[in-house]
């Protein structure tokens, strides 16, 4: 028997009773607080996109990211039409989970009452609760993590090995999220090698559960394979919008929860490379910290950290109420004080609220900022083309320069007449291009040189956001290739 094994059994002889009502209320407090505001202000333009890709366009993967979220998203549009509420429902739910998922790692690490709850409240008010209030992958995925990491921990514990057939499972979900998953298991399984335990990497059942995510996701690699595999090219684009070493910094660890949780994750991260009592599981602590450094130098987006929050959140929470005496006098206040800045950042406010931050925190004023200057883009592009003699609007596409605008304008424009909006940005070049019955263009952008060369004339419509392009030259086949943008 490993001395890693030794040390959690010592510490671990008995299973610790789950404080679930207790957990329960913390994690449907932060359900009720997105719930009451999921219905705010309008949708996102992230939202808009997967929407769109999964009800009008549906395909075994995307340029930028693998179905799943496309499908839900155009399924819940399809049940419930129009309604925010139901679109978000799904993340209000993951987001609840995963803070009773937190709860339970540090149930698993030892953790009582007490550190379960605190476990639960470093979750419940961290970032990921605020970005919930969308649909997208980046909400979804550090749930399935969570899990993850949950099913691990508990077999380092019990060494249950059907744990890890369950964890292959949750693995082929988050393969169907995003593609960054076996990331994490490379680092974890070489953390397990050279720190142990070495017999998780030996498991059968570790394998057959990496066969089944395996075979799930063949669907989705067949689909970036008969495409000339463009989710290649995301890291390009995930680059060139990396805002440097400090600022990934400062934005990974304000995710954390401004806070208790940043200090909470940074302790817990700490405690699980460096305490004794918690040897056992130092593999998965040194995954972690390497997978932040893999993150940083590979010019990842900050919000990846949120992934690997949970298990961090456990052991502070484990520590702090093992190690510091009257430590409810510390927690308690914190955890309300964090609460209330996790409030400030959801929609609560008016519309017309113009202030979007106080010092680090940002308010929930800015998702208004985000999400209702797209309805007024779209006025103002679908009243132009509605305005064209019947004639012209019939041989007039609608063009949009970044996949954004083009989300926009397709799902608000249908009041005006447009049906099909086409773009040679990111997922749009995969959609569909115009018909050649199109020889005109209403195109909605910054650069009115991008159409230029392939029509015959150009008129300002909209100085610097719109123009109209007339007199196409050559047919669509031949310039459609010249337009894919990354």
Do not use: C
Not at 203 to 210: E, N, T
Not at 417 to 439: C, L, Q
């Amino acid at each position: 028997m490993s001395n890693a094994t030794q040390t959690v059994q010592r510490g671990q002889a008995g299973e610790t009773a789950f404080a679930r009502w207790p957990v329960f209320v913390v994690a449907g407090l932060a359900g009720a607080a997105l719930l009451a505001t999921s219905g705010r202000y309008a949708h996102g333009f992230d939202e808009m996109y997967f929407l769109l890709a999964g009800r009008e366009h549906p395909a075994w993967g995307y340029f930028d990211q693998p179905p799943l979220i496309p499908a839900l998203a155009g399924v819940m549009d399809s049940l419930f039409p129009g309604s925010l509420v139901m679109l978000r429902l799904p993340m209000t739910l993951a987001a609840v989970a995963g803070v009773v998922v937190t709860a339970l790692i540090a149930r698993e690490l030892g953790g009582g009452r007490g550190a379960q709850v605190l476990a639960a409240g470093f979750s419940a008010t961290s970032g990921v609760i605020i970005i919930s209030h969308w649909i997208g992958t980046y909400v979804l995925d550090p749930f399935l993590w969570t899990v993850i990491v949950w099913l691990v921990v508990r077999w380092v514990r019990t060494r249950r090995d059907g744990l890890l057939i369950w964890a292959g499972v949750v693995t082929a979900i988050s393969l169907e999220t995003k593609f960054l998953i076996p990331a994490f298991w490379a680092l974890v399984l070489l953390s397990a090698l050279v720190l142990g335990p070495r017999e998780l990497v030996r498991r059968p059942k570790l394998w057959l559960g990496a066969g089944i995510a395996v075979v799930v996701t063949v669907p989705t690699l067949l689909w970036q394979a008969n495409n000339g595999w463009p989710y290649l090219t995301m890291n390009d684009v995930v680059t060139a919008e990396f805002p440097g070493t400090w600022a990934f910094l400062w934005q990974g660890l304000l995710g954390a929860g401004v806070g208790a949780g940043v200090l909470a994750f940074v302790y817990g991260l700490v405690r699980l490379i460096s305490s004794r009592e918690l040897r056992g599981y130092r593999f998965l602590g040194v995954a972690i910290a390497a997978l932040i450094v893999a993150f940083l130098v590979l010019h990842g987006r900050s919000y990846y950290l949120m992934s690997v929050f949970a298990l961090p959140y456990a052991a502070a929470a484990t520590g702090f109420v093992k190690h510091v005496p009257r430590w409810r006098l510390v927690a308690w206040p914190a955890m309300v004080l964090s609460a209330v800045i996790t409030l400030a950042g959801l929609p609560i406010y008016p519309a017309t609220m113009t202030r979007t931050s106080f010092g680090p925190v940002t308010l929930g004023s800015a998702f208004a900022g985000g999400e209702l200057p797209q309805q007024e883009l779209a006025k103002m592009i679908g009243e132009t083309y509605a305005a064209l003699p019947p004639d012209q609007r019939a041989r007039t596409a609608v063009y949009a320069e970044i996949y954004p605008f083009a989300a926009a304008v397709e799902f608000y424009g249908r009041q005006y007449g447009i049906e099909n909006v086409y773009s040679g940005h990111r997922g749009y070049w995969y959609f569909d291009k115009p018909p050649e019955t199109a020889d005109s263009v209403l195109f909605a952008g910054f650069d009115p040189g991008l159409l230029k060369p392939y029509f015959a004339t150009v008129t300002p419509v909209v100085e610097g956001l719109l123009w109209r392009y007339d007199g196409r030259q050559g047919s669509w086949n031949e310039i459609w290739p010249k337009l894919e943008r990354h």
